[in-house]
């Protein structure tokens, strides 16, 4: 079983970057119904949750880690929120490290917290998402005697 005291600020190393283009707000405003996205100046500037697409790839650490057996078909995205510094323009482009920050295990049952730090690969912070991951573990199958 997981020590979920071993797992609390456990982090992986950051995505590769990603390019936040001009044409991806739009497609992204556009799956929001946002026919105007925001601008400053003459960059577009990125609807807030548009953090969650680099946050979600960055989320792939915790499926790959063999450590966890944490298993995405078993997941259920509970919480999402968001804390910026900065808002996503057209033109970033950014990295996402994860970090484990809250683990609680209940049963079969794990809550996971997990917070993705996005900043620009200069190292400037842009947001930080955090989500509440709900994992629900398989039920240990009896032993034939």
Same mark, same amino acid.
């Given at each position: 079983m997981l020590n979920p +005291? #071993?797992?609390i600020g456990r982090t992986w190393p950051a995505t590769p970057p990603y390019e936040v283009s001009r044409e991806k707000i739009a497609e992204f405003a556009r799956a929001l119904a946002d026919p105007n996205p925001a601008y400053?100046? #003459?960059r577009a500037v990125a =609807? =807030?949750?548009f953090a969650a697409v680099i946050a979600n790839q +960055?989320?792939?650490v915790l499926f790959d880690d063999p450590g966890l057996d944490v298993e995405l078909k078993r997941v259920i995205h509970a919480d999402q929120q968001f804390e910026w510094t900065r808002p996503i323009r057209a033109g970033d482009v950014l990295v996402a490290a994860t970090e484990i920050e809250d683990f609680r295990a209940r049963g079969t049952t794990d809550f996971i917290t997990l917070a993705v730090h996005l900043s620009t690969t200069q190292g400037e912070a842009v947001a930080v998402s955090r989500s509440t991951l709900i994992h629900?573990? =398989?039920t240990p199958q009896a032993v034939a005697a």
């Open positions: +005291a #071993d797992l400053q100046g #003459d =609807p =807030p949750t +960055a989320w792939q629900n573990r =398989p």
